[in-house]
T-cell receptor, first 115, second 108 residues
């Protein structure tokens, strides 16, 4: 079975632009979660989707948004990019909709650099 | 104060040593995870615990709900165990918090 895939793997943007990141979960997994990792703040939870519905949300501004499609693929969008948004963005999929009460399978991440 | 505390922050060991990494949290949880992150960023979920003890190969994870504490043990450590180990907790409030990680280096 193919693992979690994320595209693109690397991205460079400038302040004020917007960006869309994509995550394809393991086949059969219905839950996708997104995380941000920075050297200063470490790993932080962004949001969790199950069956196209946002189930849980971390403490991030409204510039961060996401969605999940009927095939369980998910996208996250960051609008009006700031320098502090430079980070590794990770997504993880799990089988059921119990969020972090299920084993998480992580993708390789998208490294976003904002100049 | 981080709501999930890990210790130590850094750990060096000689191949073959027994290693323990600790994680403490503050209130009731629904799940605790131990994650492994290698250089380059890839994260692997090692264990998910809500009670008791789990073992997988040379890795053992335990959790004490009353003391709000979990430990990850590595027996007979090997250089390929060198990585950052992260404890993550889902609180009963659905809040999800990660520890700051423990950087482990195992030398041959």
């Amino acid at each position: 079975k193919a693992g979690v895939t994320q595209t693109p793997r690397y991205l460079i943007k400038t302040r004020g632009q917007q960006v869309t990141l994509s995550c394809s979960p393991i086949s059969g997994h219905r839950s996708v979660s997104w995380y941000q990792q920075t050297p200063g703040q470490g790993l932080q939870f962004l949001f969790e989707y199950f069956s196209e519905t946002q189930r849980n949300k971390g403490n991030f501004p409204g510039r961060f948004s996401g969605r999940q499609f009927s095939n369980s693929r998910s996208e996250m969008n960051v609008s009006t990019l700031e320098l502090g948004d430079s980070a590794l963005y990770l997504c993880a999929s799990s089988l059921a909709g119990r969020g972090f009460r299920d084993t998480q399978y992580f993708g390789p991440g998208t490294r976003l650099t904002v100049l | 104060k981080n709501e999930v505390e890990q210790s130590p922050q850094n750990l060096t060991a000689q191949e073959g040593e027994f290693i323990t990494i600790n994680c403490s949290y503050s209130v009731g949880i629904s799940a605790l995870h131990w994650l492994q992150q290698h250089p380059g960023g890839g994260i692997v979920s090692l264990f998910m615990l809500s009670s008791g003890k789990k073992k997988h190969g040379r890795l053992i994870a335990t959790i004490n709900i009353q003391e709000k504490h979990s430990s990850l043990h590595i027996t007979a450590s090997h250089p390929r165990d060198s990585a950052v180990y992260i404890c993550a907790v889902r609180y009963n409030t659905d809040k999800l918090i990660f520890g700051t990680g423990t950087r482990l280096q195992v030398f041959p």
